[in-house]
């Protein structure tokens, strides 16, 4: 196709690809344009991820394509249960790369970046409590309990989507898993 370019364009039976942009689309804002591109490349990036981090013993944890100061970013967090190395985001980093150059997604300059969700990893479910067992989280409810928001302490356990932490003064704290407002591992 040489240097056509595709953009995600808004009609009657919804979102679609085309190869020039519509007088109705141009009318649209650019932050409500990018939007929808952000959103068409994020999917096209996990169908393709699906596919190859199974292969190298990884799953994905996240993905985000916005623009920011110096400019637009794709960022992917890869985990695993054994920790993610400099090795399997250099892996994801070339193999990804490739694939968006010969895709040819992303029509202007950006950034990818290929890393682990970190020590502070955030706790989105009761599964990743329950997987970080015996570990240190940090821990903000939608409503005071006992007087506050914020706990932190140990996962001791995790038992019908109810959370048990056992705060640094030996209390023990149990909230269910909907009561989280924010969660996140702390060191």
């Not at 944890?61 to 054994?82: A, K, N």
């Not at 048990?164 to 909907?178: C, G, H, I, N, S």
């Amino acid at each position: 196709m040489g240097n056509a370019r595709f953009f995600l364009c808004l009609n009657d039976t919804g979102l679609s690809v085309c190869g020039y942009m519509p007088p109705a689309l141009r009318e649209v804002p650019a932050w409500l344009r990018d939007g929808w591109m952000s959103e068409y490349i994020i999917d096209r990036v996990k169908e393709f991820l699906k596919d190859l981090l199974p292969s190298m013993e990884l799953e994905l944890f996240d993905i985000q394509f916005r623009r920011e100061g110096h400019g637009w970013v794709l960022r992917v967090f890869v985990d695993t249960d054994d920790g993610v190395g400099h090795e399997h985001c250099s892996k994801v980093s070339r193999e990804l790369s490739y694939y968006l150059d010969v895709e040819d997604l992303i029509e202007h300059a950006y950034h990818l970046e290929v890393s682990s969700p970190g020590l502070e990893r955030p706790l989105r479910s009761a599964a990743d409590f329950c997987r970080f067992t015996g570990g240190l989280a940090r821990v903000k409810l939608s409503e005071n309990r006992e007087g506050k928001k914020v706990f932190e302490g140990v996962i001791e356990r995790v038992s019908e989507n109810i959370i048990d932490l056992r705060l640094e003064d030996k209390t023990l704290v149990q909230f269910p898993f909907e009561a989280i407002n924010k969660a996140r591992l702390a060191i």
